[in-house]
């Protein structure tokens, strides 16, 4: 089968690999019918390659149709359409009735202390081949498939499997009281969603973001839009009565660009971290290991601002991915504002239940079908690779279709 392959810092490539079968009774095997190119792929494709081999396959917001069925299967059969949660739970333990299947008690990566196992996403979460590819072994399939009809397109539903529950789960997490203010930090994807979140509970929402087409997108929902610059915090307050946001989802990351800098100097920490985990990726795997999880340190610039714009007695919710061990915090900054930080990978299945519903409405109050500009074959996933980190050509979602 074809699928797309980390090679090096920058390099991925669609390659032939042996083709995706059962390898335990609870496993099906899809047909990729979509795969979307995630942010999170891009720390990956830039930063990561330290904890990845070359030829692993990448992707983890996968959907398809079930071409073969394990033994120990009871709850799908071929033919079936579903959607592949990012997250690989039991479904069973502890954790996962908590609703917190990213610490599943079962596939929790001991030997690495980290969460549960994760489709395309490192040696970190298991080494999981992922799904941008023709086919996908999908593991304990029957406690973490999503069963879809077949009468909506792909578009409805792909973004199940990651990007549509992170964003509800961030402005879950962000705690914001009724009829308050929620600002939005980054306008990509999960961005994208969370402002729309936001609007359709209710919220007056404040979008942050540097690409104008990001903005104008968010803008078509409702959402106040505001340039990524070092006057955000002050524009942001100012917007709120000199108070600042009720609550503030940071859905941009480790890899922040180094502006919006606020009161701790962001901007200089995010272009030292910058150079920090580039120069990681020059080192030989087993040093850059070491430096990441000792001294790693993350671009800052957009939790800093998230930290200063929040109003006193606010709450940040991180959605943007952070792994740094060694990141310099406002600490003082922080108790004196007596803010509350909420974050952690997304627990896709505790979020099912409230957005299946939203996706399937005929009204699509979620806007899931008004957010790719991007939709191409498989074998153009290299290219798109380099489109969507650099944001060109008006780059937001990249969907690949794979022929098989």
């Known amino acids: 089968m074809r699928a797309v392959t980390w090679q090096s810092n920058g390099k991925v490539e669609v390659a032939t690999v042996p083709r995706a ?14 795969a979307a190119i995630c942010g999170s792929d891009l720390h990956l494709y830039s930063v990561f390659g330290p904890f990845l081999a070359r030829g692993d396959i990448l992707g983890h917001e996968t959907m398809g149709i079930v071409e ?10 071929v033919g079936d359409r579903i959607v592949v949660p990012f997250v690989i739970a039991c479904r069973d333990c502890e954790m996962c009735h908590s609703g917190l299947s990213t610490q599943c008690d079962v596939t929790q990566n001991r030997e690495q202390g980290t969460g549960a196992a994760l489709y395309g ?18 593991r304990r399939a029957d406690n973490n ?34 009829g308050g203010t929620l600002a939005v930090l ?44 070092e006057a955000t915090a002050d524009a942001l307050r100012e917007a709120t009565g000199g108070r600042g946001p009720d609550s503030v989802v940071d ?6 660009h180094g502006v919006g800098a606020g009161p701790a100097g962001g901007a200089g920490l995010a272009g030292l971290a910058g150079l920090a985990q580039k120069g990681a990726g020059l080192l030989p795997d087993a040093l850059a290991k070491k430096v990441i999880e000792t001294v790693g340190v993350d671009r800052l610039s957009a939790l800093v601002l998230a930290l200063d714009a929040v109003r006193r007695g606010g709450t940040v919710s991180l959605s943007g991915v952070y792994a740094g061990v ?15 930080l909420r974050m952690g990978q997304c627990n896709v299945q505790r979020w099912i239940p409230e957005l299946l519903p939203l996706v399937e409405d005929a009204s699509d109050p979620l806007g899931t079908e008004d957010l790719v500009t991007h939709r191409v074959p498989l074998e153009d996933a290299p ?14 979602k990249v969907v690949l279709k794979p022929r098989g």
């Open 251 to 256: 859905a941009v990351g480790l890899e922040a």
């Open 145 to 178: 498939a999503i069963k879809v009809g077949h009468a909506l397109s792909d578009e409805r539903y792909l973004f199940l499997s990651d990007i549509l529950p992170t964003a509800w789960q961030g402005v879950q997490y962000a705690n914001v009281p009724e």
């Open 121 to 138: 996403y490192t040696e970190l979460y298991g080494s999981v081949p992922g799904g941008q590819a023709e086919f996908l072994r999908v």
């Open 326 to 340: 060694a990141d310099p915090m406002p600490l003082m900054t922080m108790f004196d504002k007596q803010l509350t």
């Open 186 to 229: 980054g306008l990509g994807p999960v961005g994208q969603f969370a402002a729309r979140i936001g609007r359709y509970l209710g919220y007056r929402v404040l979008g942050v973001d540097p690409v104008p087409e990001r903005r104008a997108l968010a803008e078509r929902y409702g959402v106040e839009v505001f340039d990524f610059d």
């Open 68 to 77: 073969e069925v394990g033994d120990g299967v009871r709850k799908l059969a």
């Open 21 to 34: 079968t059962i390898e335990d009774a609870g496993d099906v095997v899809i047909r990729v019918t979509s």
């Open 383 to 396: 290219r798109m690779y380099d489109v969507f980190q650099k944001k060109a050509d008006g780059c937001i």
